[in-house]
């Protein structure tokens, strides 16, 4: 994994990171004019008596962002998973941060008559409460970071933020990363939040400001990068940093002595990223589609050979280049009809017919009861992705 010329003992696993915080191709981002999101998240910290509340699609860097503001040892990350099952907000918080649950304290009380000095002492017994955790917090300089909060239930929503909105006003530092969508419950979950709310809606990242992850650590390891090959990069990790951190990472398994990257060191690494996914199975089910009850599906042939049915048809249109986050009935089916084989399809394909079979997968994913399977909405005749990555391994997928 380390190239000709390294400085140091850089390698491609050390310099970029999907997984970890990428300490050597961070890249500061701005958030207007005049401030960039750290600075906007070190004013926000300042406010006493605010909820801070960071949104933005999946995979944007939301937390990354956390960690290269307040510093990992000094964030307390817990997610949605954390309070499921439970009635207690402050015990969840209190085992995160190992404060014991229940315990004993030795108490004394010494009196003196005229005599004599008399002393009596006894035991008291205790169980965690909200005062002992907002100590333990604010003694420590602790930022508590909540992620994927929606995964509690409703019950446990509503607790949390009745909770939150008292410690805030005694400066418990406390971060709520959101998906766009999922921004408002919050507040809706308590309207006393309202106005007591700093918001930070992180934007997408521009193609510029992915470039700067491969030209920082190509730099570093002493690779020749073509612009060409940094601007596939760019269409490849679809908008999202941390992929963009995977297959430049994935490189350094391919690249050759010689430390020029290469269009098939990208394809074979964009392969090996797709195959550590979870969604073959998910992928599978939308295959598959609707049960036809005895019934024979049309068959469309493909100009690479590829035989498939309306399913498969939606799929492969889906994967083809550019990869869009947000894409239409209507480019679906314009899609679908460049890839079918002229010659052996003789009925015209219908924009009507890519819009049921969108709507039946989707249908498949909110029958599934997992809220982590909902990788794309269909809304307005429109298929956006919430999970991007779910997009690249279709892109990427192994057939074999």
Avoid at 65 to 90: Q, S
Wanted: proline share 3%; glycine share 4%.
């Amino acid at each position: 994994m380390k190239g000709k010329g390294i400085k140091m003992d850089y390698t491609f696993t050390s310099v970029f990171s999907s997984a970890t915080f990428p300490e050597y191709t961070y890249v500061s981002r701005k958030s207007s004019r005049d401030f960039t999101y750290e600075e906007r998240l070190k004013m926000a910290l300042e406010q006493k008596g605010y909820l801070i509340v960071i949104d933005g699609p999946s995979k944007i860097g939301k937390t990354v962002l956390c960690e290269a503001v307040i510093g990992k040892e000094k964030l307390v990350a817990m997610t949605g998973n954390d309070f499921k099952n439970e009635n207690n907000f402050w015990a969840v918080i209190a085992r995160k941060v190992d404060i014991p649950l229940a315990g004993e304290v030795q108490n004394a009380n010494t009196a003196n008559s005229r005599n004599e000095q008399i002393s009596t002492s006894y035991t008291s017994r205790y169980q965690t409460n909200k005062e002992r955790v907002l100590n333990y917090f604010i003694e420590n300089q602790k930022v508590l970071l909540l992620d994927d909060f929606h995964y509690a239930d409703t019950m446990m929503q509503h607790d949390a933020a009745c909770q939150l909105k008292e410690a805030i006003r005694y400066n418990l530092k406390t971060i709520i990363v959101s998906l766009p969508h999922r921004v408002d419950e919050s507040v809706k979950n308590n309207p006393d939040l309202q106005g007591r709310i700093m918001n930070i809606t992180m934007k997408p990242w521009k193609d510029e400001e992915l470039a700067e992850i491969p030209k920082k650590g190509f730099d570093m390891l002493g690779i020749a990068a073509d612009q060409t090959l940094i601007h596939r990069l760019v269409m490849e990790c679809i908008n999202s940093p941390q992929t963009m951190q995977s297959i430049c990472q994935g490189i350094g398994y391919y690249i050759s002595k010689d430390n020029i990257l290469k269009d098939e060191n990208i394809t074979k690494s964009c392969c090996l990223n797709a195959s550590y996914l979870p969604y073959q199975e998910l992928y599978t089910k939308l295959l598959a589609g609707r049960p036809t009850r005895g019934q024979k599906r049309k068959i469309y042939h493909l100009e690479d050979g590829m035989k498939v049915d309306r399913y498969g048809l939606v799929l492969e249109a889906l994967k083809r280049n550019p990869p869009l986050k947000a894409i239409t009935e209507a480019e679906i089916c314009d899609r679908a009809r460049k890839i079918l084989d002229k010659e052996k399809n003789s009925l015209k394909l219908s924009a009507r017919t890519i819009g049921s079979t969108i709507q039946s997968m989707f249908s498949i994913l909110e029958e599934s009861g997992y809220e982590v399977d909902r990788v794309f909405d269909w809304e307005g005749k429109t298929l956006t992705f919430r999970e991007p990555l779910f997009l690249f391994y279709l892109r990427w997928r192994n057939d074999d």
